[in-house]
């Protein structure tokens, strides 16, 4: 089965740079779209090498910003919104089919995703945790979950070495 997955990640008032830094990569690592940031824009400062893919992403204008939830969803009209979080009446990201176009929304690193947001999303999907530690991080769990809702794809790219290509 080839599901051609369309997907923009949304970050929803991350802090950390390095953390954007590292979904960035996996972003694009699994072919995203728009990458999107929620929150007061001024803040950010992508320097430095844990910024390396945020930039090239802000190079390609494929990274967007948005002041506050209500302007993405007005921006946003056809894609299902997906928030990740843990929640007692999500659904398990494991065993969940995502829709071939879709955002996936993420919280930040101390409060996560607000109940408010989440009741404007389609869908919320946790991640199944097995330890005692409370969460998972933010750059982690966005790595497991673009790696679930590709995980139907064929391989496209070709491996030489040890890299894709
Ligand atoms: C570190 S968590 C937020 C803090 C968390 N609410 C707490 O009280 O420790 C940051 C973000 O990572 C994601 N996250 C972490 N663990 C997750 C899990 N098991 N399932 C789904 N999302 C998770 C969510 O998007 C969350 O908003």
Redesign the pocket.
């Known amino acids: 089965m080839n599901r051609i997955m369309k997907f923009n990640t949304v970050l929803h008032e991350l802090r950390s740079a390095k953390n954007v830094g590292m979904i960035a990569r996996s972003h694009l690592s699994f072919g995203g779209n728009f990458l999107i940031l929620i929150g007061a824009k001024d803040k950010w400062n992508f320097k430095g090498g844990s910024s390396t893919y945020t930039r090239k992403i802000n190079e390609a204008e494929k990274l967007i910003f948005f002041n506050d939830f209500e302007s993405f969803l007005a921006w946003n009209k056809n894609a299902t919104n997906i928030a990740?979080?843990?929640s007692e009446h999500a659904k398990l990201s494991s065993e969940y089919k995502y829709p071939k176009n879709c955002n996936i929304i993420?919280?930040?690193?101390?409060?996560?995703?607000d109940h408010s947001i989440i009741e404007k999303c389609d869908q919320t999907v946790?991640?199944p945790?097995f330890g005692d530690i409370?969460?998972?991080?933010?750059a982690v769990?966005a790595s497991i979950v673009l790696y679930e809702l590709n995980k139907n794809r064929s391989q496209i790219s070709k491996i030489e070495g040890a890299k894709f290509i």
Do not use: D, P
């Not at 993420?106 to 995703?113: A, D, K, Q």
């Not at 409370?134 to 933010?138: A, D, E, I, P, R």
């Open positions: 990740v979080e843990i993420l919280g930040n690193e101390r409060t996560g995703l946790t991640i945790q409370g969460s998972l991080n933010v769990s």
